[in-house]
């Protein structure tokens, strides 16, 4: 999704259509004043020979000064929505700057609007800045795909007076605007997480015998009625909760299909390139977004791993390591998620070894956690995997796109995996609504009286 | 330079069309070495401006586009009629019936007149007219390019029509100053269409939805790019200068080999070429007729040949004085008071001759009732028109009947001094047998007028004889050297030889010469007029003599043609005694007819037989109007057949190649007069089409859907890169349906398809909203 690339400098002056008219016009006027022996019109046809090169020339010897500065409002987008790109053009020369166009460079794909005019900018004003040296542009970015897009650098194509040459030169720097996979609200008050909740505050319990000890704190919004310390509430006279659940942060996994290993290589069925993203893979990106950001908000501890191989780490590409966490977290994990593509095919290979199942025994000694897996196309391999991790986890949902082939899906009901289709992404609500009946199904008086007590 | 052409605001208009009209006014500047005066630089200007402005008028009054050139043409044709209509016109500006047959009159005489002048050529109506005419289309061009195509850099071929014509007509071309300041018109011209679009570009942007807001800065200095814009021009003009100045002349004669001096405003003459065809005419035909008091029976002069080069004799060029008028001659060049000389009338009525030279005795004083703009050359006071020629004129000259007697010519001193010393040049290489014979008869004189006396008697003595067809028999026709050399062997010819043959005897002896062409005295009839006997002159009157000039007297004609004219006087050896009346002498009985049929070109020397000239001149102009007018017919089908292979061309090439077919195919659609809405999508258009008659066949339908689906796809879809099964199926398609477009039209409308397309109309009309092509 990332389509940075380096700048490229057109430090060459080019003729517009007009100078290559003169041009042609001046070689013309030359022929024939050669051959008809015309001294007279032999000025002329210099002139138009020499005018485009003089202009050449120009521009190519006349720099620019240019500061420019690039805001986005606001600076993280939600795929879908538009951001308001601010550029302020300040002339650092002692000359007006005059006879310029520009145009923002964006990635292809993105609608930037059209070459236009650059006012005449007033020389640099060094005391008592009256705006003058400054222009303003504006305009608005439809930004419909997730992805970090690199705004800028801003090409300003300078012209000769007589627009006869013209020279494109990149002023500013790039910008980067991130934009966010679509996150679809879930239905909080539905018993889900209440499910999720009540298997893990088990396990927490039983991890940690002497929880009861510890410092409770005062309750806050989100906190499970059954956590109330109604001794502490007692003593200290408002709702406190018991502080030992904080250490345990209930903790789910993401498993996210990334590598597509079962889509179809070659030939016909291959729909849709890299260059504009996989409309499977960009809905099991949203699906991640919307339950990561709803279990975040939940109080959980998010930890997004790619399904392929689970152990050797989160999808994060740098600065955030280990499970996301409130505060902050849902943007990070965001930010992550517009920095994901497609992994390589390379790293597809690199996992051949992998004993998926040891690893999963390995984890299972920490802790049983809530596991959601995300698949858009995995293969056979990615679902034996998931089969191995399955006593790791509890519950278990699978959030399986159209693509994902049948025998991965009985594979993975086979080993009690809960599968839930998801279409497209406006059913993501339904979907996840889905697990929710279920789980009401499964624990009905958990979920009602959450409810009601929200 | 940028698709997006914003509609300008009226100053901006008004400020490209000042600047294209001084474009148009500068560049008409270069003219300026070809005529004479100022006037019709001012009448130019004047012409270009009304046209312009009014244009600008028009494009304020919001007047559509396309027909603002047709309004600046009506314009042109007012202001026309106000310079040039007088009396024709209605409410002065208004032209009427008889105003075009008058504008006709003023084109065919601006075609003679620019035959016929030489430069600084005199800005008589006629030449104002064209100049006028053509400066006014110009103005039109270069306001349509600039205004209506929004191509100002391609003004610079309009604006270079008349830098151009000097440089084909007088050595030194256009002036150095004219053509820099034409330069500098055309570049003031693109600077001023360069902030007009910057303007305009910035004031509009507001409206495109995807546009940016730019918030310029509260005010710039205003002249920001006047320094740059100077400097830059003056480095361009000034590298300009140092290229031209360095660059060696490639001599056209090393090229071509031929000179560069162009026909038109030249005196293309051979006269005496002519004048033997002439001659040799089995009918005479009448070239003019005479009435004169006093018995005079003068020699009627057209030119006069002055310059022997060898090879043939010529007229020395110089371009008409608009000073010398005919009202008033100047007296001859070198008589004096003691010659006795009486001013005669003579009245002149042309019947057939046409040429534009005055037939008129030597030497006149003055002319009257002449039409047309007429001057006389200093030196041989000769008369010629720069606009008409002697068609039906009737004109009355007063000449100067001198009657020198041998006495006084005798005693002129002997000639010196450098004015005339042209007339005494003779090449180096003459011919031996032309020297042996200026001494032999010259050997024994004392005066130069003995000489010229003796020369005369030699030529008109029994061993030469009269004949206008021996020296064409013998080959050796005209007047050059070797002509001469050869009459004097043969001794068989005519005037021509016989009078350059003395011309140069005489030259030779050192008595300055010369040869007037013109007409002998002609032959009296019984008719008189007021008591004055007519006498008709035809063109067996035709002849050449010399003039030999002689100090205190002038130049003084000599007859050495045997049987011709009338020998003179003073020109008799033993002179002084009687008068010799004149004796006529008809052509026609000294030399048989030579049954040669009359194909002669008519030069301008004889009588009128143009007829055959005429149809030629009339085909050969017809043709170049119907293949205009063909190329003006066929050039729509022809734009449309490009723009047709331009779009196969991208759909070969894979460049947005359903686009390119889809765009085909509604241009088809509307060639054949179908109206689709040109806010429709494919998909409606498809509908609309496909009820059309020849989509009811199943593979024409499929080609439309097949056509309709790529588009779509190409359009709203995501970008994918065309392979060539693809490409193939969309040109098949494309050709399917196009020929399915076709089923059920009648042949005219097929035809009509071709011929006027209208989807070109609908490119054409502004307000067709056209995709653009980078849809992302």
Known sequence: ?454 | MHPDDRPLSRAQRLALTAASFLLVAVASMALGPLISGSGWWWLCAFIAAGTMFGGSGLRALRVPGSLVPLGELVILLLLLTLVFGGGTSFALIVPTADTFPLFGDLFDGAQRTIQQQAVPAIAVPALSFVLALGVGVLAICVDVLVQTVRMPALAAAPALVPILIPGFIIESGAEVWALVFSAAAYLLLLRVDVRVRRRANLAGGDDDERAATVVPPARVPAASGLATTLGLTTVGILVATVLAASTPSISTSLLLGTGSQGAIFGRGVTPFIDLGRDLRRPEPRPAFHYFARDNDRPYFTLLTLDRFEGAAWGVTESPVDADNTVDALPLPDGLDGEVEAKEHPIDIVVDEVRTTWLPLPYPTRSVEGLSGSWFWDPGALTVRSVDTDTGGQRYRATWLDRQPTPAQLRSARPTGGDDLAPYLALPDDVPSIISETADTVTAAEATPYDAAVAIQSYLRSDRFEYSTEAPVEEGYDGGGFEVIAKFLENKSGYCVHFASTMAVLAREAGIPSRISVGYTQGTATQERVGGVQRIEVDSHDLHAWPELYFEGVGWVPFEPTPGRGSVPDYSRPGAGEAAETPTPTPGASSGAPSGRPELDPDRGLGASAGGSVGVDGWWWRGGIVVLLAVVVLIAPAVLRAAQRSGRLRRIRRGERPADAAWDELVASARDLGVRLDATATPRGAAVALAEREGFREPAAAAALLVLRDAVELERYGPGRHADEASVARLAGALSTARAALAVGEPLAGRYRAVLVPRSLVDRVRPAFGERTATGA
């Open chain 1, 1 to 454: 999704m990332q389509r940075l690339r380096p700048p490229r400098f057109a430090a060459w002056p080019r003729l517009t259509r007009r100078g290559g008219a003169l041009l042609f016009v001046g070689v013309v006027l030359l022929a024939v004043s050669l051959w008809f022996d015309l001294r007279d019109i032999m000025l002329l046809a210099f002139v138009g020979i020499a005018m485009p090169g003089v202009a050449a020339l120009f521009v190519a010897l006349r720099a620019p000064k240019l500061g420019v500065t690039r805001t986005f409002t606001p600076p993280v987008v939600s795929a879908g929505s538009g951001a308001s790109v601010a550029i302020t053009v300040r002339n650092r020369a002692r000359r007006t700057f005059d006879g310029a166009h520009w145009r923002d460079r964006v990635p292809e794909g993105l609608d930037a609007p059209p070459e236009a005019v650059l006012p005449a900018i007033g020389p640099y004003e060094g005391v008592l800045p009256s705006g003058d040296d400054t222009v303003h542009l504006e305009y608005r970015l439809r930004l419909p795909r997730r992805g970090v897009y690199g705004i800028g650098p801003l090409r300003v194509g300078v012209f000769d007076p007589f627009a006869l040459a013209r020279i494109d030169r990149d002023a500013g720097a790039r910008h980067e605007v991130v934009v966010t996979p679509r996150v679809t609200p879930l239905e909080r008050a539905l018993g889900s997480a209440a499910s999720v909740d009540g298997v893990l505050h088990g396990l927490q319990r039983r991890t940690h015998p002497n929880s009861d000890e510890l410092i409770a704190r005062e309750y806050r919004y989100g906190d499970p009625m059954r956590r109330v310390n109604w001794a502490a509430t007692a003593r200290r006279g408002e709702l406190m909760v018991r502080e030992e659940e904080q250490r345990g942060d209930p903790e789910v996994r993401i498993l996210v299909d990334t590598t597509l290993a079962g889509r179809p290589r070659t030939g016909a069925f291959a729909h849709g390139n890299a260059e504009h993203g996989h409309a499977g893979f960009e809905l099991g990106v949203e699906v991640v977004a919307s339950i990561g950001v709803h279990l975040l908000e939940r109080g959980f501890r998010v930890r997004c791993d790619p399904v392929a191989d689970p152990a050797r780490g989160s999808i994060a590409t740098a600065n955030s390591s280990g499970p996301y966490h409130m505060p902050g977290g849902d943007r990070l994990l965001l930010e992550d998620l517009a920095r994901l593509e497609v992994a390589n095919r390379d790293d597809a290979a690199d996992r051949a070894p992998r004993g998926g199942g040891d690893r999963g025994e390995a984890r299972a000694r920490e802790a049983r956690m809530p596991g959601f897996a995300v698949l858009v196309e995995p293969d056979e391999r990615d679902a034996a995997g998931l089969v191995g991790l399955r006593q790791t986890i509890e519950p278990a949902i699978a959030f399986v796109a159209e693509t994902v082939s049948h025998r991965v899906v009985e594979a993975l009901e086979e080993a009690d995996w809960r599968v839930v289709r998801v279409r497209r992404p406006a059913s993501i609500g339904d979907a996840w609504a889905g697990i929710a009946l279920r789980a009401d199904v499964g624990a009905p008086g958990d979920g009602g009286e959450r409810d009601a007590s929200r």
